[in-house]
């Protein structure tokens, strides 16, 4: 499974942003899809999941402010941002889940919210 993030940028305090996150490869093998971040100095945290079926899930941080979706027809999965406040800077992985629990990797697409 490759995965290919894109989207991030610099963003004002209370804008929005929208990464995606295009899968190829052995995409049936995949359970469920998900975004996690890392900000300077801290660790990497999970942000949202999805699930093949649309089930989600958030961190407590985002929910309310960002949604994940994803078009099954496309192979790609969406986290739209909004409220963004300082805080939400850093980098945004995007990740997979086979069947197996064997965990994939995008490249991560840096956000930056600032003034």
């Known amino acids: 499974v490759q995965l290919q993030a894109s989207g991030g940028g610099l963003v004002q305090p209370g804008g929005s942003l929208t990464l995606s996150c295009a899968a190829s490869?052995?995409?049936?093998?995949?359970?469920?899809m998900g975004w996690y971040r890392q900000a300077p100095g801290k660790q990497r945290e999970l942000v949202a999941t999805?699930?093949?079926?649309?089930?989600?899930r958030y961190a407590d941080s985002v929910e309310g402010r960002f949604t994940i979706s994803r078009d099954n027809a496309k192979n790609i999965v969406y986290l739209q941002m909004n409220s963004l406040q300082p805080e939400a800077t850093a980098v945004y992985y995007c990740?997979?889940?086979?069947?197996?629990?064997?965990?994939?990797w995008g490249r991560g697409t840096l956000v930056t919210v600032s003034s």
């Open positions: 999805i699930t093949n079926d649309g089930r989600t």
């Open positions: 490869g052995s995409i049936s093998s995949i359970n469920y």
């Open positions: 990740n997979a889940v086979n069947y197996y629990g064997m965990m994939y």
